[in-house]
């Protein structure tokens, strides 16, 4: 790599670093962005409906309103994020040139391309994508994603698939990390993924870049269970502002991505929060109703 | 031998670790071991014989003898902070003892910090501006003087970096970048606006660790 592009994405991961150990929060206008902020949230993500919202009322999901994106910027500090659809790399220009911080190339939304993610290195910005295994997480990595996250089953608030989506990367990660050299080719090709990159990941035993968790995630015990299995960092989408009493869920998942080994904090931030979002049995969901199938 | 804190209730904590761990230093306890640790860069490592230990409460706080206050969101840090008695403890810490802040960590031990203003320590004679650069797309990688034994080159990484005005008398500037400070010295207060932790260049850091242990010997208290 030269020297510019390695410096390039030296600053796209380090703002995920500043990131780790906090909390992403979904967001739909400049109050609940407020919330998010007055909760500990490390950065929002601006969206124009939460997942739960999309799944319920259809039709085409696309990038949020640049109204509503900058509205979101102006009331906070702290890093804001944006989607863009799957391939659609003009949105991604839009988002770019508005100025947010981190853009997410989501299955959220509708994709915008059949075949192709977009070419995330032709981008100043940092990007974020969804994975579900760690084949899916390097081909991120090779169109320049300086994020992963697990994708998990987005505004379902059930965990399991974020569940199953990062134990899959971290223990894709740890095999790898026992193969001999030449065994290294086959598993490349096994996980369609650049050879490379594989042979980076054997030596290392981590990605090159941070390793979130998102889809799902709706309690302080389900921000703990997902940082316990090796996230570093929780994307919360419908989870918050989905439930009876938004700020103090917020407030309680800040304190579990923090002190996620801590029973004893544990019990104290999950006592007397409310109902959570009612949720959505993830298995009762046929394929073709799933998100997590979108992008390849 | 120096126990030095590294606060770790958000942001980039492992990355001090990693730095201290190549000078030397080792883990206080097991929980504060990190994953594929580097290894030290020479046997004769500045930090040999100093430990390091993750900081998340003022029990563990109370165990260290200087404290690293990491980047990451200084607003989400604050939540934390402000808890129970941890900010008391915390403030009562800094005024006695050394501490290193890098971005958000410098913007917590500043006398004034903001928009919009928010709480800080108050021990470095500072006004910090928060994302005084802009936004990530401002963000940069650049290379600054550091002065001190000659004038020597250092890589500096700036996220959503803060700039530091009204320096107070007793604030010294260790480095310039585009005219402003972006690594000040205030006693055993030490502070970066940029990441000395995200690059190899372990200076700044080693820096950190004479002033520590400047601090425990007596004789040149």
């Known amino acids: 790599m030269d020297n510019h592009k390695e410096g390039e994405l030296r600053l796209k991961t380090g703002l995920a670093e500043m990131l780790k150990g906090g909390v992403i929060m979904d967001v739909t206008d400049a109050g609940q962005a407020r ?80 075949q192709h993610h977009v070419d995330k290195h032709a981008f100043r910005i ?60 086959t598993r490349a090709k096994e996980l369609a993924a650049p050879y490379e990159l594989v042979r980076w990941v054997a030596r290392e035993g981590k990605l090159p870049v941070p390793n979130f968790s998102a889809g799902g995630i709706a309690t302080p015990a389900d921000a703990a269970l997902v940082m316990q299995l090796g996230a570093e960092a929780v994307f919360v989408g419908s989870g918050i502002f989905k439930s009876e009493d938004p700020a103090s869920r917020a407030r309680a998942i800040v304190q579990a991505a923090t002190h996620y080994r801590e029973p004893k904090v544990l019990l104290e931030v999950s006592e007397g929060l409310g109902e959570p979002m009612r949720g959505l049995d993830a298995a009762s969901l046929r394929p073709e109703e799933q998100l997590q199938g979108r992008g390849w | ?86 900010w008391t403890a915390l403030a009562e810490f800094v005024r006695h003892k050394p501490a290193f802040g890098t971005c958000a960590g410098a913007i917590l031990l500043a006398r004034e910090a903001g928009p919009p203003a928010q709480r800080s320590l108050g021990v470095l004679d500072v006004a910090a501006r928060r994302n005084a650069y802009g ?81 425990s010997r007596p004789a040149s208290a």
């Open chain 2, 1 to 86: 031998m120096a126990v030095i804190g590294i606060l770790a209730l958000q942001g980039d904590f492992e990355a001090h670790a990693r730095a201290l761990l190549r000078l030397g230093v080792r883990p206080r306890r097991p929980a504060d071991e990190i994953p594929r640790p580097p290894a030290p860069s020479s046997p004769a490592a500045p930090g040999a014989g100093d430990e390091y230990m993750f900081v998340r409460d003022a029990a563990e706080l109370a165990q260290a003898d200087a404290l690293i206050l990491p980047g990451g969101e200084s607003t989400t840090m604050l939540k934390f902070l402000e808890d129970g008695g941890f």
């Open chain 1, 35 to 114: 919330i998010a902020e007055e909760a500990g949230a490390a950065a929002v993500m601006a969206l124009e409906r939460v997942p739960a919202d999309i799944r319920k009322e259809g039709g085409v999901a696309r990038m949020a309103s640049i109204r509503k994106i900058r509205e979101i910027m102006n009331a906070v500090s702290i890093p804001v994020m944006a989607k863009c659809r799957i391939g659609h790399f003009v949105e991604a220009q839009i988002l770019e040139e508005l100025g947010v911080d981190y853009i997410d190339e989501s299955e959220v939304l509708t994709p915008a391309d059949e």
């Open chain 1, 126 to 185: 940092p990007f974020v994508c969804g994975a579900r295994n760690l084949g899916e997480a390097l081909r991120r990595i090779a169109e320049g994603a300086a994020m992963i996250r697990t994708k998990g089953e987005a505004g379902t608030g059930d965990v399991v698939h974020a569940v199953r989506h990062i134990r899959t990367i971290v223990r894709e990660i740890r095999e790898l990390t026992l193969l001999r050299d030449d065994e290294l080719f």
């Open chain 2, 135 to 215: 936004r990530q797309r401002e963000s940069s990688i650049r290379r600054g003087r550091l002065t001190g034994n000659g004038v020597c080159e250092i890589e500096m990484v700036f996220i959503r970096a803060p700039q530091l005005g009204g320096l107070g008398p007793g604030v010294e500037v260790l480095a310039r970048e585009g005219g402003h400070p972006v690594l000040v010295r205030q006693g055993k207060v030490l502070a970066a606006t940029f990441h000395p932790e995200l690059t190899d260049d372990l200076r700044v850091h080693e820096l950190f660790l004479a002033i520590v242990h400047g601090a």
